[in-house]
């Protein structure tokens, strides 16, 4: 057990819907991170929040977008579904920058 | 942009035999880290390289990060079925600290 929480493990959902993964990090972490893995995908980084404030960008559509809460919890927002879509979002957190990243079970997202 | 690539994609090996992966940046990187992915599972770290030419090992696995600090490699000794998985390497970026994952070799071992 990493100690970063994702919810939910699973969710199918149907095109155009709009649906929300929740990330705990683990107690201390200051950083999260969420990637997408699509099936035999390597992890695709889509964002990182650094305590309350985004760190960094990388492959998230305009259509996704995401937030750090002030307890640290964070969430990832997809809209707009679209088959392609489909895949694993990991979420992950590190104590600070340089730091080793844990990563939670990821939720299994499927759109239909 | 910045990029970290990793080769080869897949591969296959006879139990027994040895395996390597190889990771490269485009740009100097402050460390390097890898992580094993089992088949459903989730990326778990292995190791972290920081110093230039460090090698690391872990029981049959060999870790190393070259001179210049751009490339890193993974080596198996005498792979077994409980090595099967998806090694992945992550590069963090010297100039703004972003870490960047490589897209992973998979490696599948037939008994």
């Known amino acids: 057990d990493s100690g970063v929480t994702q919810t939910p493990k699973h969710l199918i959902t149907a095109t155009g819907q709009r649906v929300t993964l929740r990330c705990s990090p683990r107690s201390g972490d200051l950083s999260v991170y969420w990637y997408q893995q699509s099936l035999d995908q390597g992890l695709q980084f889509l964002i990182q929040?650094?305590?309350?404030?985004?760190?960094a960008k990388g492959n998230i559509l305009e259509r996704f977008s995401a937030q750090q809460f002030p307890d640290l919890h964070s969430e990832l927002n997809l809209s707009s579904l679209e088959l392609g879509d489909s895949a694993l979002y990991f979420c992950?957190?590190?104590?600070?920058?340089?730091?080793?990243?844990?990563f939670g079970e990821g939720s299994w997202l499927t759109v239909v | 942009g910045q990029q970290v690539m990793q080769i080869p994609q897949y591969q296959h090996v006879q139990e027994g035999e040895d395996f390597t992966t190889y990771c490269n940046s485009s740009?100097?990187?402050?460390?390097i880290q890898w992580y094993k992915q089992r088949p459903g599972g989730h990326p778990v770290f292995l190791i972290q390289?920081?110093?230039?030419?460090e090698v690391k090992k872990q029981k049959r696995l060999t870790f190393q990060f070259g001179e210049a600090k751009k490339n890193s490699s993974l080596h198996i000794t005498a792979t077994q079925t409980t090595d099967v998985g998806t090694y992945f390497c992550?590069?963090?970026?010297?100039?703004?600290?972003?870490?960047?994952f490589g897209a992973g070799t998979r490696l599948t071992v037939k008994p």
């Open positions: 992550a590069g963090r970026m010297i100039d703004n600290n972003d870490m960047r």
């Open positions: 390289l920081v110093k230039s030419g």
């Open positions: 929040y650094y305590n309350g404030e985004e760190r």
């Open positions: 992950a957190s590190s104590v600070g920058q340089g730091n080793t990243i844990y």
């Open positions: 740009t100097t990187l402050s460390n």
